[in-house]
Each structure stands twice: as structure tokens, then as C-alpha cells.
Nanobody, 126 residues
């Protein structure tokens, strides 16, 4: 499975961006997809995830109410709509995928995903 993330850029505080993650290759059975981010000097952290049926959609507390994750299975694409962006949202955003279903805290573990995209940089200016 290959994951291609795109959509990053420079935006002012309060602005919006939509990230896309396109999956190719052996995508059948790719049950979980998630977005992580890594700010300079910090560890990579979980942002949001979505199950294959879109029935399970966990979010990090820091983005609840501002970010929305969704997927279009016909296009093998997962989106992250980011609204009301803050300078602390500045980071490289990575999409990750896995064939295993996840429960609870398993969504946020970096080691729980077999496939990673290359990352896209989001910069929010103050």
C-alpha cells in the first residue's frame, strides 16, 4: 500500500486547509486510516482516525470541534478538513494506514500502522 498526502501550505490564524491522503496498491481491507502530525522538536502525535466504514472517528482533544476527518472509498482517499487553525497546529502532517481494526488507545499509537505517507507541511502564521 502506498499513501500520498497533499494539501499542506501556509495559512493565517483562523484559516482553513484540507489535506488529502490517497491510497494505492493493495487497499482492499485497509480498515483504519489516520492523520498524525509532528511539530519541530516534538514527537509525532495522533490527530484523527477513521475506520473503513466511517463508523469510528476518534480525534485528539486538541483538534476536536475544529478538524473533521472523512473518507471517499470510491476514490481511496481520506480527507482532513482543518478549520480555525492556530499557530500550534503548525507541523508536518502524515497519513497512516493499517489493515487491522483498532480499539481505544490503539488508534493513537505510532507503532500501530504499517503504512505511512511522506508528509505534508502545514504552517499557520500568527
Amino acid at each position: 500500500v502506498q499513501l500520498q498526502a497533499s494539501g499542506g501550505g501556509l495559512v493565517q490564524t483562523g484559516g482553513s486547509l484540507r489535506l488529502s491522503c490517497v491510497a494505492s496498491g493493495r487497499t482492499f481491507g485497509l480498515y483504519t486510516t489516520a492523520w498524525f502530525r509532528q511539530a519541530p522538536g516534538k514527537e509525532r502525535e495522533f490527530v484523527a482516525g477513521i475506520s473503513s466504514s466511517s463508523g469510528i472517528v476518534p480525534y485528539a482533544d486538541s483538534v476536536k470541534g475544529r478538524f473533521t476527518i472523512s473518507r471517499d472509498n470510491a476514490k481511496n482517499t481520506v480527507y482532513l478538513q482543518m478549520n480555525s487553525l492556530k499557530p500550534e497546529d503548525t507541523a508536518v502532517y502524515y497519513c497512516a494506514g493499517d489493515h487491522r481494526r483498532k480499539v481505544g488507545s490503539a488508534w493513537s499509537g505510532n507503532n500501530g500502522y504499517d503504512y505511512w505517507g511522506q508528509g505534508t507541511l502545514v504552517t499557520v502564521s500568527s
